[in-house]
Nanobody, 118 residues
Framework: VQLVESGGGLVLAGGSLRLSCTASTRTFSDYAMAWFRQAPGNLREFVAY????????RYEDSVKGRFTISRDNAKSTVDLQMNNLKPEDTGVYYC????????????WGQGTQVTVDS
């Protein structure tokens, strides 16, 4: 499945951004989805996860209470609402898809840049 992210940009600390990821598949509900990010010089890290139904959500500790992941299976989209952004949230944000019972996220988007200026 092809994934395309949008919504990144430059924002001041304390501001908000909403990222969106659109999947090119008619069976979007077969996939669990997640957001990852990679800061300069760092490894890619997990940010948030949502199950195929939307019933299960998980977050990296530093974003809990600030970020919210959601999905619309009718539109084949998954969003990441990011509030109270901090400079350490800066990085390239990637959308990823995990098919069925597979262990890995087999599909990745190209990423969208988020820069939080203090």
């Amino acid at each position: 499945v092809q994934l395309v992210e949008s919504g990144g940009g430059l924002v001041l600390a304390g501001g908000s951004l909403r990222l969106s990821c659109t999947a090119s598949t008619r069976t979007f509900s077969d996939y669990a989805m997640a957001w990852f990010r990679q800061a300069p010089g760092n490894l890619r890290e997990f940010v948030a996860y949502i199950s195929w139904s939307g019933d299960v959500k998980r977050y990296e500790d530093s974003v809990k209470g600030r970020f919210t992941i959601s999905r619309d299976n009718a539109k084949s989209t998954v969003d990441l609402q990011m509030n109270n952004l901090k400079p350490e949230d800066t990085g390239v944000y990637y959308c990823a898809a995990q098919y069925g019972g597979e262990d890995d996220f087999g599909s990745w988007g190209q990423g969208t840049q988020v820069t939080v200026d203090s």
